[in-house]
């Protein structure tokens, strides 16, 4: 009678522990940690980027010789066609859970090609919401190919986390697919996509490297692709809206042509109020923001340094506006801040999700400096002179 009940649960025990035979090991696995997407000739043209997780690990088991990443690279007329003919090549499962972002191409993003991969990538099991998502017109392979400053792993790149560096600057918002899709589903149906570019300013003793670097936007619409906003161009788009955390704005003092001032600039919060008059829409904007002063030539008043810091922010909020615009962007999304608060008025102006916009309609720009902390105790200099 023992033994039956033994022999019983030994097949109950093995019964339950097959349930496990059919799952991959982690180790015979490829990970997806990039994916980029071109458009040329007719044709989709991926690049898949494999991470190598050796490098991941802790510095005493990690392999300093092993090759952070592969990228390959397949041609499909649909994004769905590329990745089987790249499947072939491929010698172990492909998993996609752990993608952390995708590029698109300025051809990718034109006659709605990106929404056609967004919807197919979002259709996928194994991806998720959080994916990044950026735009470029620099070669993609090259910039899946770049390792992070001082060999770090491709996980810690500024791509695959560029919430790391929020805290230093926040020049451009990073997006990701959830933000993607909100912003193309509701009005202004518009939304800027980070761009990316080639960074050459760092360099070791045996060579010069590369890095990625965020300098502007590139504005996707659900009708396609609108243009890009970068550089200087793009400077205004921090300064209206609550997520940016520290900024930094550089300015002239006085006549002198050298004698220049940077401030840090953080805390901001933007309010923007639609104003309608005889079906005529225009908006009252308020930004509030605390200053730093991390140094400086000569000794300067507060005042002046607010004064300052008004005018340039101004300055950048208006240029960036009347870019977008050229390009009938509303870079801004005046639109969707007429339809939270007036959805009677924006249902009878709007075009497409979209109210029209001039130069004018941002009637009020009011800029707010609360206070400028100087790091010392005067806005005196350092050094006597």
Known sequence: MKKKIILLSGLATSLLLSGCLDVTEPQRMYYVDGLGIDYKDGQYEIYLQLINFSNVEKSETSNPQAVPAEVGQSKGKTLEEALFKLFRSIDQKVFWGHMTYIIFSEEAMKNKNAISVIDSVLRYRETRYQIWTYCTQDSIKDILLITPILNKSLTSSKLSTPLDTD??????????????????????????????????????????????????????????????????????????????????????????????????????????????????????????????????????????????????????????????????????????????????????????????????????????????????????????E
């Open 167 to 384: 805290d230093q600057e926040t020049f451009v918002e990073p997006v990701n697919f959830r933000n993607l899709v909100i912003g193309l589903n509701e009005p202004n149906h518009e939304i800027g996509i980070p761009y990316v570019t080639i960074n050459k300013n760092w360099e070791t003793a045996e060579e010069r490297g590369q890095d990625t670097a965020l300098t502007g936007v590139g504005v996707l619409s659900k009708d396609g692709f609108k243009g890009f906003i970068k550089n200087d161009a793009a400077r205004g788009t921090q300064w209206m809206h609550n997520r940016t955390h520290r900024g930094e704005i550089t300015f002239k003092l006085g006549d002198n042509e050298t004698d220049y001032l940077t401030t840090t600039l953080e805390k901001i919060k933007v309010d923007i109020k639609p104003l309608v008059k005889n079906d005529q829409v225009t908006f009252e904007v308020v930004v509030k923001l605390n200053a730093t002063l991390n140094g400086f030539k000569t000794n300067v008043s507060e005042e002046e340094i607010k004064k300052q810091i008004i005018k340039e922010v101004k300055k950048e909020i208006r240029t960036t506006y009347e870019e977008a615009l050229a390009k009938d962007i509303d870079i801004y999304r005046l639109s969707e801040h007429l339809y939270r608060k007036n959805v009677k008025v924006w249902k009878k102006l709007e075009q497409d999700g979209k109210i029209p916009l001039t130069p004018s309609s941002i009637s009020k720009l009011e800029i707010d400096v609360n206070q400028v902390n100087s790091g010392r105790k005067t806005f005196t200099g350092t050094i006597n």
